[in-house]
Structure formats: C-alpha cells, structure tokens
C-alpha cells in the first residue's frame, strides 16, 4: 500500500495512529475507495498490519475530516458527492491549487524539478501506450500535483489541498481508473507539460492557468457523464 504523499514527519517516525491515518488518507486520495463503499475496521487493521484500535482512531479523524462518514447502521463508508458539491469543491480547489501552482513557480528551486518533471513525463508516457496502467496513472497525476505544491514552500496550502483532495479524490480518479479515454484525449497530459513549462520559466500566472484548466477540464468530463447525484 502506498504511503500518503504529504506527511511532516517520515512514516517511520509516526504513531500507529498516525500511520494508519496517513495510509487510508492516501486510499482516498487516490481514488482506491469509491464514493458510497464500506470500508472495514477489522480488514484495514489486518491490511495495515496493525490492531484494530489505531484504525478505530484514524477513522474517527477522517470522520471528524469529513472524508468518511458513518451511515445509518452505524458502518464506514465513503460519502457519495452530489454534483452540486462537486462543483463548489471544484471551483474551490481551482482557486487554492492555481495559487499554490503560481506561488511554485515563483519559489521553486532547482532541487524541486526532478520530482515534477519525472511525474509529468511518467503520465506522457501512460497516455502514450496501447495498454496504459490506470492506477499507475492516478499514482502519477497524483504525485504531479503534489510535487508542484510542495514547490510552493507553503505547508498550509500543501495541507488545505491535501484536505480538499481527502474529499474529492474517490471522485476524480476513480473516474479516471475507468475511462482511459481521458487519457488517450491527452488533456491532462498537455495541461501538465504547460504547468511544467511555467515553473520551469518561473511563470506564475501560467502555471495558474494550466492548474485551472486541468481541473476544470476533468471536472466537465466527469460532470458530462451524470453519474453525480443531483
């Protein structure tokens, strides 16, 4: 299982709780728990190989985060967003990501670039192949983001993201895990090349709108397809 993206400590150094937090957080972020499914307290503890009790723990702060839910009878699940919730969300997270994106190509550093550039180029090369790898290709649109965030140098808009991610990431990427067509139509693949491009040439408002344009073109996509509850 992968191990949560943003973290301020390194995943050794964190509690059991802590642990397990940041790995179902990482579940959710990248799409690996679809809205509406039931998520096992005791089946989490024996994938995470810990007891039941630090997963009790850190499925109440996903809770208290607002990134599960407890239905009716009392089980876990991931909520299941409304297409009006989708938009706010939406709009949101082109507002705080595209300055988090201008803020990156402004203190980026050359130490910032390998991590970017790698995840921009492992997603071209996905939307290339005949048989693209689908969660590998969540994994790196994931890890892109997150690269050129953590280029902002700004810890608060890295974990406000992450929050807003928390929530809309069973949206949008198991979206993606099932349509390879929004692969194949290069749209992210180009909007990445463009938000590349802009930190490299320490153009912010570029960068802006190349991280505004990715999200609003999957947004439409995933809008197109009615699959969101009115």
Known sequence: MPAALVLEEPLERLTLGERAYARIADLLISGRLAPGEKLSLRGAAEVLGVSIMPVR??????VADKALEVAPNRAIRVPVMS?????????????????AAALAAERRSD?????????????RAESHSDTPDLPLAVEVNKQFHFAV?????????VGIIRALWLKVGPVINLDLRE????????????????????????D??????GVAADIKGASDFILSRGNLPD
Do not use: C, W
């Open 83 to 99: 297409a009006a919730q989708f938009r706010d969300i939406t709009a949101t997270r082109i507002a705080i990501e595209g300055h």
């Open 179 to 202: 349509n390879p067509e929004r692969i194949y139509t290069g749209g992210a693949v180009r909007f990445h090349a463009e938000i590349l491009d802009a930190i490299i040439k320490r």
């Open 204 to 209: 912010p408002e570029k960068a802006r709108a």
């Open 111 to 123: 130490i910032d670039l390998p991590a970017i550039a790698a995840a921009e180029e492992a997603m």
């Open 149 to 157: 965030y953590q280029a902002a140098k700004s810890p608060t808009l």
């Open 57 to 62: 723990a850190a499925v109440s702060r996903l």
